[in-house]
């Protein structure tokens, strides 16, 4: 195989895989019955996936994040604008660093 | 559903966190030329692969002769979530022809899947706004891609800014509302657990679809 070609085959083959992930899910889901319990497990499943995501990225991380997150999920409670807890969260994580050095 | 009016909020909708990505492509593009990618190639692989995290992986991986194989086993594995994303979402997608399902799930990523729950929540049902938060991440994650490529960076500590906190800020954001219902306790309890206890079990990336399907049936546990 040509040098100059793998990296394009690799690139090709990563968006191949990638565009499989995101086409499976409803693909699997449409040999399942829609039953009550179907959709149940589903619903809880699009806010689980979500807090795995954050649990493993709080469990990955030091009391920075812990308390720039927990910053963001107060101002968000009391605020209801994303973009601004998002904005508290890193001025949070920001500080923390700069405090470190 | 799927309608140009969905797509337009949904781009309006996930403009910012657009914004907030900025920085990540940016380091991702000025990381991939150093590992050895033309520029060319580095757009190319932030067009057609648009999934940020499996293509910083895939530069770990970067190295003559590439290994093709543990390089396509890494991108599932990073990527395995779009599956439970996709099947979170299937009562929307398979209500649509099979044309507009493809066009959809396309740009399945991780905010904008979010920011469709959140829609959801507030009783839309318009794919659309998946779309369109797709499609303005996508166009933001290839252009900040592209620039972090030409002109490289010497900045490479995200933490400094704080930026690395954003992404997992915005998630928050999204389910701190639902959180706060009781009956959310339970699955959230469970997906939390079981992705924290997998963490250094399973390879990487795997613990979120472990916490994730615990949450599914949780859920479903205690509604008997």
């Not at chain 2, 797509?7 to 030329?33: D, I, N, T, Y």
């Not at chain 2, 398979?94 to 396309?106: F, G």
Request: glycine fraction near 10%; include cysteine; charge should be positive.
């Amino acid at each position: 195989m040509s040098a100059d070609l793998a990296p394009w085959i690799a690139i090709a083959l990563a968006a191949a895989v990638t565009f499989g992930t995101r086409t499976l899910g409803p693909v699997l889901m449409a040999r399942v019955p829609s039953t009550k319990r179907v959709q149940r497990f589903l619903d809880c499943l699009s806010t689980s996936v979500i807090v795995a995501i954050v649990a493993g990225f709080l469990a990955r991380g030091t009391p920075r994040e812990a308390v720039a997150l927990a910053a963001g999920a107060a101002a968000m409670l009391l605020l209801r604008k994303p973009l601004l807890s998002m904005a508290i969260a890193m001025a949070v994580a920001a500080l923390w660093s700069a405090c470190q050095s | 559903m799927l309608t140009f009016q969905g797509f337009k909020a949904g781009m309006r909708r996930m403009a910012g966190v657009a914004l907030f990505g900025v920085p990540f492509g940016f380091a991702f593009g000025a990381g991939a030329v150093e590992a050895g990618l033309s520029i060319a190639q580095t757009v190319a692989m932030s067009t057609i692969v648009h999934a940020g995290a499996s293509q910083f992986a895939m530069l770990e991986l970067w190295r003559q002769p590439l290994p093709l194989l543990s390089i396509a086993v890494v991108v599932l594995a990073v990527n395995a979530r779009h599956i439970i994303f996709g099947a979170a979402l299937a009562p929307l997608l398979n209500a649509l022809p099979l044309r507009h399902r493809l066009l959809s799930a396309l740009w399945l990523s991780d905010a904008n899947f979010a920011d469709m729950q959140a829609a959801r929540q507030s009783g839309s049902r318009d794919l659309g706004i998946l779309v369109g938060g797709g499609f303005v991440m996508w166009l933001s994650w290839v252009s900040s891609t592209a620039l972090g490529a030409l002109v490289g960076g010497s900045e490479k500590d995200l933490s400094r800014f704080g930026i690395d906190v954003v992404m997992a800020a915005f998630f928050v954001a999204v389910i701190a509302t639902p959180a706060r219902r009781i009956e959310n306790l339970l699955p959230i309890g469970a997906a939390a657990l079981v992705s924290v206890a997998t963490l250094s079990l399973l390879p990487h990336g795997w613990n979120v679809i472990a916490g994730a399907l615990a949450g599914g049936i949780a859920g479903v546990i205690r509604e008997r």
